[in-house]
């Protein structure tokens, strides 16, 4: 098995009237790590797609291994030996990794001899540079295990070029550090030339050897990673050079106590552990930061504070009182919640721009009382004001809220969610699948709230933006809260081994 | 930036789409009719005759029409909640019943005491079926299609075991019936339109229901609780509440249905009220896709569909369950045809980024 380079040339793509590429080349050098990137919505996905077989080109053509390649089909570039690792993890949780395995195979016989296939499986894994257990359900195992299993079973299906989507978004430090350090140690011995789709500039410079860079559907640069650093990739990405600006950080954290969550505990859901939060405290002025390994706790600590998961025991108390997270007592006390993938947890996509802008505020008048009668032509008017004041670019108010952009999605939910008087905000993953533009705006936006005096807790995926925008930060593992350190001066590599539930 | 004709062109693709369905189940049928040696026109020609044609068949038409624009609502209220309701016909029937059961006592008393009994009594009948449903669903995460529906054959059978048990006349010997208000007490035509009484108070309910719906801050919680329940719950609105409401208030228009076409019709409860009222008001209210200002065109139609059955059956000698086919046709068209949103390019908003 050995690495095979690939060439795409002048590729077009068209979704109906839109053109998602336009004449774009990239060339892979067999051996090579080679990252892939652009923003969202760049064409980074429609391009690997037409590598694939997923779609097909309009225009352009393909070399593979030097040699002219027709791919139609998603079996042709199998029989070519390309693969791809989804961002989205494409093993069945309740099989084995064994069976995982076995049942990716494309000539898989009708009746398995398991005693022999586990043989060669053993043999297989031996000659593996990471060591994934085969007899264990992948539902039990770790996501950065998962991840490896995935690339294992793209090695096991004799992949000698390989894309890989994202493939750190899951993953603690340690784990996409030692994984891509694997990754990037099976293509410099010659055994698998790798594409890695990202949008992390550090791992870049780390890892990878080229880049290719998209840029709205057309070709945007390419070239070594030593003559390229994070400020001309990313103007390669943008379009124009962008000072990654540090949001200002104004005023000491107050005294005031906001968020108060005591002994909290919730009901074990399926497999995961439930909540178990000795104590969790933000004050006004101040950003908490909770860091974790995705699917320890973070979501349920977001659904029980936004209502929607009940608690089984301890209190949560809001500005000294306790709160319930009923439409009454969030109003009163001026909660706000900026949920992960807004479109899906804070917006009904059917409903209006002007509809969904007035969600927090339809049932109330200007002073605050409970009304009858929706105030259509005040809806209308306050939803220009968030329009204009938050940039928010939309075909026209009254157009459903689902078919703007992600980046406008999430302004008109930063719009609302914003309005007026904010004591205690929960932010969860407010950047997923944001540009830089957009990711640098929220980020600002979450900043000005807490310099406004606002208690911010966030809990993010992303350990590089707990870093820049919290005061103090918080680990989960497990459902607790592990550690808790203030946020200047942390060490990523601590929090790391924390997020892991290692001491 | 500003895209200023996309309000109006989103509203000509929600016209569009069941139009188009209509037109394909047009052509569907149409094979159908011609499989059986039969003219597609000649039954067109006399759909039309015998659903708008003539005073009489229009009177026919809305005869029908009436419940539907109440059993419409059953469907069409949970709907916008995002609950698919399909039992409304038991709330039709067992409404019905309970109206006729508790007016028994008054009849001496006339019309003004007796009518409003009914109608409360159906209602109340009809929410509280319907509201089962709802609250099956909102409490314990039952599937309240498959809860409505059997919940349906229940009440169905229900209806059966009283109307020829406990509360039979024992004159009605070939028909099973409760004992009857006495003509005195029923409702009578509009005068001079000799319309059935049903039409005003459906198409006020529709209207109430409209402005309920888009109006007021129930309704508007009431969409958002249907278009995404998370969003609802981060908001804080009590999704559960709004779902069993909207089921009783769904039910009570059926239960209401059931009353009325008693009062208008019958004079007591008996199997002729299960004339699949409930099952067409399905229909309908997909068709209007869930606006009750729209359904009452579309249980127009539908009404007129069955109005003209019996004259169709007359003319071609087709057998009565043609029309059928043809309502089972277009609600597959219907169901097909949501696919077709955000399909046509045209249609979509422009210049955005």
């Known amino acids: 098995m050995s690495a095979i380079g690939v060439e795409a040339f002048g590729i077009c793509k068209r979704f109906g009237t839109f053109q998602a590429l336009s004449d774009v080349s990239m060339k892979v050098h067999p051996g090579s790590v080679h990252g892939l990137l652009g923003e969202n919505g760049a064409g980074k996905s429609t391009l690997v797609k037409c590598l694939l077989g997923y779609y097909r080109a309009d225009e352009g053509s393909l070399l593979v291994d030097s040699k002219e390649a027709v791919i139609e089909r998603p079996a042709d570039a199998d029989a070519l030996g390309l693969g791809m690792v989804y961002q989205h993890f494409t093993l069945v949780p309740s099989m084995t990794v064994a069976e995982n395995l076995v049942m990716a195979r494309r000539n898989v016989p009708g009746i398995i001899d398991w005693k022999s296939e586990s043989a060669a499986l053993e043999e ?56 891509l350090g694997l990754i990037r140690g099976l293509a410099h011995s010659g055994q698998l030339t790798i594409v890695i789709i990202t949008h992390k500039l550090k791992e870049v410079a780390k890892f990878v050897d080229e880049v290719t860079v ?102 949560v108390d809001v500005g ?47 002073a605050g009382t409970q009304r009858g009668w929706l105030d259509l032509a005040g809806m209308a008017a306050r939803a220009r004001e968030m329009i204009a004041a938050y940039g928010i670019r939309a075909p026209s ?78 680990v989960m593992h497990g459902g607790q809260v592990v550690h808790q350190m203030p946020a200047a001066g942390a060490d990523p590599q601590e929090i790391g081994r924390h997020m892991l539930g290692h001491e | ?104 006592p008054f009849v001496q008393m006339g019309p003004v005491i007796v009518l409003p009994v009914m109608a ?85 309910a529709c209207i109430l229901c409209w402005v309920l719906i888009y109006r007021t801050s129930l309704g508007f919680a009431g969409r958002v609780a249907g278009g995404n329940t998370k969003a609802a719950q981060l908001q804080g609105l009590p999704v559960a509440r709004l779902a069993v409401g909207a089921c009783v208030l769904g039910g009570a228009c059926a239960g209401l249905a059931g009353g009325i076409e008693v009062a208008a019709e019958y004079g007591r409860a008996n199997a002729s009220l299960a004339a699949g009222y409930g099952y067409t008001g399905i229909l309908i209210a997909f068709l209007a896709r869930f606006n009750p200002l729209a359904i009452v065109p579309m249980a127009v139609l539908l009404g007129g569909l069955g109005a003209a059955g019996g004259l169709l059956q007359r003319r071609m000698g087709l057998p009565d369950a043609t029309v059928q086919v043809l309502q089972g046709m277009i609600l597959v068209a219907i169901l097909a045809s949501e696919t077709f949103y955000g399909r046509v390019r045209w249609f979509q908003p422009r210049g955005a980024a």
């Open chain 1, 124 to 179: 297989f894994m031996r000659g593996m540079p990471f060591k994934v257990p085969l007899h264990v359900p992948t539902g039990s195992l770790a996501a950065g295990e998962r991840q490896k299993t995935e690339i294992v079973k793209q090695l096991y299906l004799r992949r000698q070029f390989l894309v890989l989507d994202e493939p750190t978004s899951v993953l603690t430090p340690q784990e996409a550090d030692e994984m």
């Open chain 1, 214 to 315: 998209l840029r709205r559907g057309r070709f945007a640069g390419a070239g070594s990673v030593r003559y390229l650093g994070p400020t001309e990739l990313t103007a390669m990405m943008i379009g124009e050079a962008h000072e990654p600006a540090e949001p200002e950080r104004l005023g000491e954290p107050s005294d005031e106590i906001q968020l108060q969550v005591r002994d909290l505990r919730t009901a074990a859901d399926g497999g995961r552990a439930g909540l178990s939060i000795a104590e969790l405290t933000v004050r006004a002025r101040e950003i908490v930061g909770i860091a974790g390994v995705s699917g320890n706790g973070q979501k349920t600590l977001v659904e029980v504070l936004g209502g929607q998961q009940p608690i089984e025991s301890g209190s």
């Open chain 1, 320 to 366: 000294g009182i306790p709160y319930d997270a009923s439409r009454e007592q969030a109003q009163a006390r001026h909660v706000r919640v900026l949920p992960e993938e807004p479109l899906r947890n804070g917006c009904v996509p059917n409903m209006t721009v002007v509809d969904n802008l007035a969600l927090r505020s339809f049932d109330r008048d200007a």
């Open chain 1, 397 to 474: 108010p009254q157009a459903p809220i689902g078919v703007l952009s992600g980046g406008n999605v999430q302004r008109c939910v930063l719009a609302r969610e914003l309005d007026g008087d904010v004591k205690l905000l929960i932010v969860a993953n407010p950047c997923f699948g944001l540009d830089v533009k957009a990711v640098a705006e929220t980020r600002a936006r979450i900043m000005a709230a807490r310099n406004a005096g606002t208690a911010v807790l966030l809990i993010s995926e992303d350990l590089d933006e707990i870093m820049e925008l919290s005061d103090r930060i918080a």
């Open chain 2, 1 to 104: 930036m500003s895209d200023a004709t996309y309000p109006a062109r989103r509203t000509l693709e929600a016209l569009l789409a069941p139009l188009l369905a209509l037109m394909a189940a047009s052509a569907l049928f149409s094979v159908f009719l011609l499989v059986q040696g039969q003219s597609p026109l000649d039954f067109l020609d006399l759909t039309w005759r015998g659903a708008f044609g003539s005073w009489f068949s229009w009177q026919n038409t809305l005869q029908r029409a009436a419940p539907l624009l109440l059993t419409a609502l059953c469907v069409a209220l949970p709907g916008q909640l995002g609950l698919v309701v399909i039992g409304g016909e038991a709330a039709v029937v067992l409404g019905g019943l309970a109206a006729t059961v508790v007016a028994l």
């Open chain 2, 120 to 204: 409360l009594a159906g209602m109340a009948m009809g929410g509280l079926w319907i509201g089962l449903t709802g609250y099956l669903r909102a409490r314990l995460g039952v599937n309240e299609t498959i809860a409505s529906l059997v919940l349906a054959y229940i009440g169905l059978a229900i209806f059966n075991h009283l109307v020829e048990g406990v509360f039979r006349d024992p004159a009605s010997l070939n028909k099973p019936s409760t004992y009857g208000i006495g003509d005195d007490n029923m409702l009578g035509s509009i005068p001079f339109l000799e319309v059935h009484p049903g039409i005003p108070v459906g198409i006020a």
